[in-house]
């Protein structure tokens, strides 16, 4: 999974209040800080309802505008957020923060072109934004321009040779591109960096199960699981692992425990279906068949017709 940020401005006061901006419910400021504290406290609905309150007082505040749609983004009002971001970017079109916002949406929203459109303009205005080059990057991985991803990374990681993110993000483009030398070499870094990077001990994982080297995979994975009991998909990085290794035991294992977080994976039922097979459980086998069917995987014709043979003809 990939990480982001979004980054807000935070204005600094030096003393509560007055008995005046108490006094004022029409004081701009007085709204605007309030906002912020519930910002802060994660009451996104009571911040948006004071940044309302200050808009009506002050209709062309840029700041407040962004801020109000940090808050929306934060509820995942996305629309509304961009909203906001268009109305602080006609009145101040040069806000880099803003533009790099804006394409946080959308590329949360899948729009990778128009994310990208605003991490250029963001990049145009401030050439040293490491995030903005990491992001841009991030948005043309997906849609399958490994190279300029690479780019990009590089770019961030000239500006913030520190930057884990760009790293493993930089090793995820180097394994797409079947690279796994370079992007294990990048998790290795970013794991120097970061020594509790999840998603990196995973990606190394997957990355050392690519070149075959599975007792290396599953070292990773175990970290992994260390760090997030949670995490499914190191469960099934290291059952997959046991699988090639012949440990069906093990591998039958790690399938339960992903499927115990996530019932939907229908490649964890696929595998599992297979070690059922290795250990002569047809029917459980075909249970599994059965489950990962139903959720829209399609097993090989050989591997069925086998089931079939060995099970004595069950389905």
């Not at 803003?98 to 303009?121: C, E, F, H, L, M």
Request: charged share 25%.
């Amino acid at each position: 999974m990939m990480l982001i940020f979004v980054f807000i401005i935070p204005i600094l006061f030096s003393c509560a209040p007055t008995q005046k901006e108490k006094a004022e419910p029409r004081d701009v400021k007085f709204y605007k800080n309030r906002g912020i504290a519930y910002g802060k406290k994660g009451q996104h609905d009571q911040a948006i309802s004071d940044y309302d309150k200050a808009l009506e007082i002050e209709p062309r505040d840029a700041d407040t505008y962004t801020r109000r749609g940090v808050a929306y983004y934060q509820k995942g009002q996305y629309d509304q957020a961009i909203s906001d971001y268009n109305n602080a970017l006609e009145i101040n079109p040069r806000d880099a923060l803003v533009y790099y916002n804006r394409g946080i949406v959308y590329y949360d929203k899948g729009q990778y072109d128009q994310a990208i459109s605003d991490y250029n303009k963001a990049i145009e205005i401030n050439p040293r934004d490491a995030l903005a080059y990491g992001n841009r990057g991030m948005a043309y991985g997906k849609k399958g321009q490994y190279d300029q991803a690479i780019s990009d990374y590089n770019k961030a990681i000239e500006i913030n040779p520190r930057d884990a993110l760009a790293y493993g993000n930089r090793g995820m483009a180097y394994g797409e591109k079947g690279q796994y030398d370079q992007a294990i070499s990048d998790y290795d870094k970013a794991l120097e960096i970061n020594p509790k990077g999840v998603w990196d001990y995973g990606n190394r994982g997957n990355a050392y199960y690519q070149k075959g080297q599975y007792d290396q995979a599953i070292s990773d994975y175990n970290k992994a699981l260390e760090i997030n009991p949670k995490d499914a998909l190191a469960y099934y990085g290291r059952g997959t692992a046991y699988l090639q290794k012949g440990q069906y035991d093990q591998a039958i294992s790690d399938y339960n425990k992903t499927l115990e977080i996530n019932p939907k994976d229908a490649e964890a039922y696929y595998n599992r279906a297979i070690s059922h097979c290795y250990q002569k459980q047809y029917d459980k086998s075909w249970q599994d068949v059965n489950k990962a069917q139903g959720l829209g995987l399609t097993f090989s014709p050989e591997f069925l017709d086998y089931l079939r043979k060995v099970s004595g003809g069950k389905k």
